[in-house]
């Protein structure tokens, strides 16, 4: 009897054993196969151009890519810093050395994604010159959407700006029709356009506030200095050369992503790894 128990329990434990390793195996191999995004929480036009890229990914490189939604932008690098994703795509060059700067951390650009102008919408006026003496214009009070919030306004011809390399209020050195810059968070913008006068906004937030860009009053110019604009997929230094990583920016940066950007995005969006600024 205790000979058969022995048996019993050394079959137990093989079983047991297979089970563990095969499972084991199972999710190593998977977590390989696998990669987390973050991404702000957008339109539909966004998710549908990660859609293309998810599937481009999958059939071409047996990657899956898996979303976390994040709602502002002080979110996604604190998550990709605490490797509770493995990339983001969000941000643009200014944002990231802000970031890493304040934040002692180490997140590079790893392959470019797109450019969206920057557009300021009004309820109120057709056309950024009818802006009455004494507007009301809200920006994006992060440093940097707040700077180039700020170009943008003194590119429309309402204000005029020092060299200071990130512009703020007290960059203003002239204000003819004494414009009023009200501070808000990013994703905000849209919403203080029923109570202000006219609003710089961010184009994922546009999308998302089915803003209809061909009423926006003024929209950013792009230029050869235009590049620190471009957004793109980031990661942590450390993992640069992580397969998964390479797969990912392989699976954005084709013509079948490029195509659904200008199908859902129209000239809102534009393909930024080819783009020659001038």
Do not use: C
Request: proline share 3%.
């Amino acid at each position: 009897m205790k000979k058969k128990s022995w048996i019993w329990i050394g079959i137990v434990v093989l079983i047991i054993g297979i089970g563990y390793f095969s499972f084991g195996n199972h999710s190593k191999n998977a977590s390989k196969d696998t990669i987390t995004v973050g991404l702000m929480s957008g339109s539909k036009p966004d998710q549908q151009i990660w859609d293309t890229v998810a599937k481009t990914a999958k059939d071409k490189y047996g990657l899956t890519i898996k979303y976390k939604y994040f709602s502002d932008y002080s979110q996604p690098n604190a998550a990709l810093t605490s490797k509770s994703i493995d990339a983001n795509a969000f941000q643009n060059y200014p944002f990231m050395d802000i970031w890493n700067k304040a934040h002692d951390s180490h997140i590079v650009a790893v392959g470019d994604t797109i450019i969206e102008p920057m557009r300021i919408y009004s309820y109120k006026v057709n056309n950024v010159k009818n802006l009455p003496e004494g507007a009301t214009i809200a920006v994006p009070n992060d440093a940097n959407n707040e700077s180039r919030a700020l170009h943008v306004i003194q590119s429309a011809g309402l204000i005029k700006l020092n060299n200071d390399k990130l512009a703020n209020l007290k960059s203003i050195t002239n204000n003819p029709e004494n414009i009023k810059i009200k501070e808000v968070d990013a994703s905000q913008t849209t919403r203080s356009l029923n109570d202000i006068d006219a609003a710089v906004v961010n184009g994922n937030f546009a999308q998302s506030a089915n803003l209809n860009i061909k009423k926006a009053i003024y929209t950013e110019q792009f230029n050869k200095n235009s590049h620190k604009w471009i957004n793109f997929i980031a990661a942590n230094k450390a993992d640069k050369n992580d397969p998964r990583i390479k797969k990912l920016v392989k699976a954005y940066q084709t013509k079948a992503t490029a195509k659904e950007i200008k199908k859902v995005s129209g000239i809102n969006q534009l393909p930024a790894w080819n783009l020659n600024l001038k």
